[in-house]
């Protein structure tokens, strides 16, 4: 089970911390991701962490940092400098594997979504 927070709303050029807390497997074990759904689009990919190490989105390189606790079973999305096109519900994502990466496909659990809006 997936439990994702922090969204809201925020101006161009802020920032916004999501978090995920994740329970029932061996955190440590799996990739954790993030997606994002924007009206109308299909949900894409925006950042992961594995075992080989952190991987973004070309979007958001440079603005997003994705990290990991794994003591508290916890996956950050830290995101500066937003952006309108940032506005989507934003999904976390656990790995069938350790090595989940951009593809939705690779990933066995999902999160219920956050809004984040953004501003102009």
């Known amino acids: 089970q997936l439990q994702a927070s922090g969204g809201g709303l925020v101006q161009a050029g802020g920032s916004l911390r999501l978090s995920c807390t994740a329970s029932g497997r061996a955190f440590r074990n799996y990739a954790m991701g993030w997606f994002r759904q924007a009206p109308g689009k299909e949900r894409e990919f925006v950042a992961a962490?594995?075992?080989?190490?952190?991987f973004y989105a070309d979007p958001v390189q440079g603005r997003f940092t994705i990290s990991r606790d794994n003591a508290q079973n916890t996956v950050f999305l830290q995101m500066n400098g937003l952006k309108p096109e940032d506005t989507a519900v934003y999904f976390c994502?656990?790995?069938?594997?350790?090595?989940?990466?951009?593809?939705?496909?690779?990933?066995?659990?999902w999160g219920q979504g956050t809004q984040v809006t953004v501003s102009s």
């Open positions: 994502a656990q790995g069938a594997t350790a090595y989940s990466n951009k593809d939705a496909k690779s990933y066995k659990y």
């Open positions: 962490v594995n075992w080989s190490g952190k």
